[in-house]
Every structure is written in C-alpha cells, then in structure tokens.
C-alpha cells in the first residue's frame, strides 16, 4: 500500500463537492488512480478555492455522471487520505426542511440522521477498527473554522442543523419529508453518509457546510424543479466557495 507522503504535497485540505463545484480544472493527474476500494469518482484535481490550494474530489464524476448511491465514496476517501490531507471541508446542495431555512441560504451542520442503505460505509475489514465515536458526526475544529471564516467573509450562516441522509436519486416524498422533520433533520441531502463517517475511521477531521437549493418535497409551493436548482447554485456558489476558501487556508495554517 502507498506510503503517505507530505513532502510530495503542495497542499493539504481537501475539499469534497459535487453539485457544488469549482470551475478550475488544474488536474494533478488526468486519470484517478485505483485504491484497494477501487476506482474513485474522478482524479484529485489541485484547485484554487478564493487563495486556498486545495486537493478537490468531484464525488459525483466529471463530468457530473455518478449518482448519490453509486459513489465509491471508500475510494474517495482513501484518496484524499493518501493524498495526506489533515482535514476535509464538504460542500452540499441540500433541500431545506426546517421553516426558517430559505434558498439561497448557508448552513454549518451539526449532525446526521442516516438513511442510506446498502453502501459500503467502513474501511473496518482493512483497518482492523470495531466500534468507534461518532456522537459528533463533524469535527468541531473544522466547524470552528467555518463559521469564523462566514463571519469573516460577512456572509451569515446557520451555525447548527441535523442533515438527514437519503438514500437517491430520487426526491423524497412530501411524508418521507414529515417523517425526517419528526426525526429532528432541518435539510435533507443524499451524499454526507456515509462520506463523514469514513473520515472518521481515518482520524480525518470533517466539515460540512451546505446550500439550501430548494424547498424539500412538500414543503415548497408544488413540485421540484430542476431548473430553480440550478439556479440556486449559480446565484449562490460564490458565496459558499468563499467561505471555503478562507477556511482552507486557515486550516492549513493551523496545521503547519
Ligand atoms: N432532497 C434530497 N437531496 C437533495 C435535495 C432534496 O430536496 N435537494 C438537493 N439535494
């Protein structure tokens, strides 16, 4: 198995996206490499994100192809980890569920429900590990770290909220949405399980920050639409990847 290697490394935070993306496709190499958990989504790409050089995972592909419940998210994590990096921001479009979320808004969550099924979720057979924490699903540094880099940048935040992971591609239904709200879940994506808890088992401490895109299912004023998605991540990217990018490099920093 492939040594880490910091020495190699021009950088260290690495930053996980999928709907939300960056535009700079400066790629370290053209093809990904294979892991012992087998190929992952895309090559990791050296991204600058606002004056932050960051190793970027694209977990849905490039181009954007591999859905929620296909992602090889084991060998996209053992990328990033043999890539050496010392901590992981993640970007989710996510639909809001709790009232005082609106489109176009930024939230730091601070826990997980999960729904997914049958993906593999462990790197325990290879690490010999069992049980482990997991009562914060997000390091609290890395969510330390957003949250000043919001205040910094002056874009507010919602600085706590429970993601309920589903399981995809498909939307939810409006009860699937009511019974998520009656778990406590105050968005609903489909791709931070089980991505966070793969981090964990490799000590890589996580963050998460999200973009409401949409009103979840039953909860806007009729159906889904594509179109306003796209929107909300055009109208709104910027914002978040300012954010991300001031608290890569603060990251980095506090890790030298
Ligand atoms: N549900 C699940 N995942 C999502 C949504 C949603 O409404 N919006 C963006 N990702």
């Not at 009729?222 to 109208?235: F, V």
């Amino acid at each position: 198995m492939k040594q880490r290697d910091h020495n190699e490394i021009p950088f260290l935070i690495g930053v996980l996206g999928g709907t939300i993306t960056t535009e700079d496709t400066d790629r370290i190499n053209a093809n990904s490499s294979p892991t012992p958990f087998g190929e992952p989504s895309a090559a990791l790409q050296k991204v600058d994100i606002g004056q932050a050089n960051v190793a970027f995972m694209a977990r849905h592909g490039l181009p954007h192809a591999i859905a929620p419940h296909d992602i090889n998210y084991r060998a996209n994590l053992w990328t990033l980890y043999e890539a050496s990096v010392s901590a992981i921001v993640a970007m989710y479009a996510v639909g809001a569920i709790r009232n005082d979320l609106a489109i176009g808004d930024i939230v730091i969550p601070d826990q997980i429900v999960d729904y997914t099924w049958g993906r593999e979720g462990s790197f325990n057979a290879t690490l010999g590990l069992k049980h482990f924490d997991f009562s914060e699903p997000f390091s609290p540094v890395v969510r330390q770290h957003l949250l000043s880099s919001a205040k910094e940048s002056g874009h507010s935040v919602h600085s706590t909220a429970t993601y309920g992971c589903t399981q995809g591609p498909r939307l939810e239904t409006s009860a699937e949405i009511e019974r998520l709200r009656r778990d406590g879940c105050d968005l609903v994506g489909m791709t931070a399980m089980p991505e966070a808890a793969l981090a964990r088992e490799l000590n890589i401490p996580f963050g998460g920050i999200c973009l409401i895109v949409n009103a979840a299912a039953g909860r806007g004023d009729g159906p889904i639409r594509h179109q306003e998605i796209g929107l909300a991540i055009s109208q709104n990217s910027a914002n978040l990847l300012d954010i991300v990018g001031r608290a890569a490099r603060a990251l980095r920093d506090s890790f030298r």
